[in-house]
């Protein structure tokens, strides 16, 4: 077999991942070049092209998966094939995260019975009608409204809202800073690895081509949101901090940000509630329309 290369995503390598993201669209909230760039400092994740195919290998000591390859389905055939060969090669089970239900009838298409999936509700994508985040019609979003309303009640004259610049990025950073410290990330790992994240975002958020915008009071940053769009009719939204003390930033930020950076998308994914309690009943109260559904493939008996 051929020796292919995985290596780590760098920023020279935005153009070509983001070629097979742009052409081969999902709307899972990984399929960015800024979310694997990112993440792939905190994970052990490292990309090759295959069989003309984008394929994402996460690997350590105990553990080899694949992400489902993007390309044509002939390429995608072919490098799965590929994939069940290095496995076989390394004297690994093949396994594949992150696939969608699209993803796996495909593969249920070319080897029936072969794979079976167990999707993972953690990893669910929350994806919302930007309409609705922007307006928050209706009775089952009137809770939300009256927190918009309050918010704005309580700093009438003193708030403001206004899309991140490279003029007010360090702003967002050092705000950033102070959220880290109120919320122990120091001591949480899994909190440490997104402050870390959330920092590269805003250090290289033009050469990412981030969108993100800014909820100020008395000049003030006290609430950032950072995204980008993942495919024609659906924006993703990676990162969203506010401080926990300003009663109604969080739902403020949100709509805003959706008011003026969202409208010409018809969706908003608003990524997984990684099973967190708190943040689940957040993402449900704002009434989803569907779940980008995710799940772990493995063999049921090798042919």
């Known amino acids: 077999m051929d020796e292919i290369q995985f290596k780590r995503a760098e920023l020279e390598d935005k153009e070509i991942i983001s070629h097979y993201f742009a052409h081969h669209t ?84 070319w080897y029936p019975g072969r794979f079976r999936i167990e999707y993972d509700r953690d990893s669910a994508d929350y994806v919302y009608e930007s309409e609705k985040l922007a307006t928050l019609s209706g009775k089952k979003l009137h809770g939300k409204r009256n927190h918009i309303n309050k918010f704005k009640a309580l700093y009438d004259g003193r708030w403001s ?77 990676h990162i969203e901090k506010a401080f926990a003390d300003v009663e109604g930033a969080y739902p403020m930020i949100n709509q805003q940000f959706v008011e003026h950076e969202c409208r010409e998308y018809l969706y908003v994914n608003r990524e997984e509630d990684t099973g967190a ?10 009434r989803p329309v569907f779940m980008v559904e995710k799940g772990d493939v493995t063999e049921v008996a090798a042919n």
């Open 161 to 237: 809202y206004e899309a991140i610049t490279a003029d007010n990025v360090e702003a967002c950073f050092q705000m950033a800073l102070k959220w880290r410290d109120q919320n122990g990330c120091e001591d949480d790992p899994e909190k440490r690895g997104e402050i870390c994240v959330t920092m590269n975002a805003l250090r290289l958020f033009e050469e990412l081509e981030l969108t993100g915008g800014i909820l100020k009071i008395d000049g003030e940053v006290v609430a950032f949101t950072i995204g980008e769009p993942v495919c024609s009719d659906t924006f993703v939204v």
């Open 26 to 109: 999902s709307r899972s909230c990984e399929r960015t070049f800024a979310n694997v760039y990112l993440w792939s400092r905190q994970y052990p994740v490292k990309w090759a092209i295959v069989e003309n195919a984008l394929v994402f290998k996460s690997e350590d000591e105990e553990h080899l998966a694949f992400a489902y390859p993007a390309g044509d389905p002939v390429d995608v055939r072919r490098a799965i094939e590929w994939l069940m060969d290095y496995c076989k090669g390394r004297g690994m089970p093949f396994q594949m995260y992150n696939l969608t239900p699209d993803n796996f009838a495909q593969l249920e298409e």
């Open 277 to 286: 309690e708190g943040l689940r009943k957040a993402k449900l109260s704002y």
